[in-house]
């Protein structure tokens, strides 16, 4: 999540990363081809996730995604757990970008309780999600990212729906063509009250244009978070359907 709007050619497709943050850029896949996000998260000794998403480049700066987790683990009283996530289905499509550096788009998504309930790894209902995007690239080495995300979530144990937000500040810098860190902010805001608040620090690594590997760790700012989560992953760009 480190680039602003982009969307090459099926003979220039590069990969155009996500992974490992809880914000989404103004960057899309290459038109007219599909790329593969994976990775892994580890809480030590408590959760394990294992984020899917398969993207596809469907015009110039508009891409759709269906992401799952289909191997999730929870430690808790019942020992150790373990269930497939729900599904979810989005697109995101950049909509303004200026010779100055800066870009916007809208992200929206749709989570269907397609997973684990009776695990724990899903609530059954479906959630809906929107998000904006402003994203400033400063030079040829900094860049920053606003994220701001809007979600109505049903409620499994009483009636009507629930709703959160979660707002994130992302500043990247690009040590060279292929190595760049990002610093993360965001804060979960939900109706109940829980607040999670996270930092997440990493890199991602381009090894040739439609590979880049991640890294990162989350750290949990607040009561509400997690201590701790160790992530790695890649994102490769798998070309265009066959002609």
């Not at 709007?5 to 099926?10: E, I, M, R, T």
């Not at 059954?124 to 080495?141: C, K, P, W, Y």
Request: net charge negative; charged share 20%; with cysteine.
């Amino acid at each position: 999540a480190l680039a602003g709007c982009s969307s090459l050619p099926d003979d220039g497709a590069a990969v155009t990363p996500q992974r490992p943050t809880f914000s989404s850029d103004t960057s899309t896949t290459a038109a007219g081809t599909f790329e593969l996000e994976g990775g892994i998260a580890l809480d030590p000794g408590s959760t394990f996730t294992s984020p899917l998403a398969l993207k596809y480049g469907a015009a110039d700066n508009t891409e759709f995604t269906l992401a799952v987790s289909p191997y999730n683990v929870v430690k808790d009283e019942r020992g150790e757990v373990a269930g497939i996530s729900d599904v979810v289905v989005g697109a995101r499509h950049c909509f303004w970008r200026s010779e100055g550096g800066t870009s916007a788009a809208f992200q929206i998504g749709t989570k269907l309780g397609t997973g684990d309930r009776e695990d724990g790894f899903s609530t059954g209902e479906t959630d809906f999600t929107v998000a904006g995007i402003l994203n400033q690239t400063i030079g040829s080495r900094v860049v920053a990212n606003l994220y701001y995300e809007e979600g109505l979530f049903g409620d499994p144990f009483n009636p009507g729906i629930d709703s959160g937000r979660t707002i994130t500040l992302l500043g990247g810098y690009a040590f060279d063509e292929r190595l760049a860190g990002f610093v993360e902010i965001a804060q979960l805001i939900a109706d109940d009250g829980d607040d999670p608040l996270i930092s997440t620090l990493g890199f991602t690594k381009l090894v040739v244009p439609r590979l880049a590997i991640d890294a990162g760790v989350a750290i949990g700012l607040n009561g509400d978070a997690a201590d701790l989560a160790l992530i790695v992953g890649l994102t490769m760009n798998l070309g265009g359907p066959a002609r």
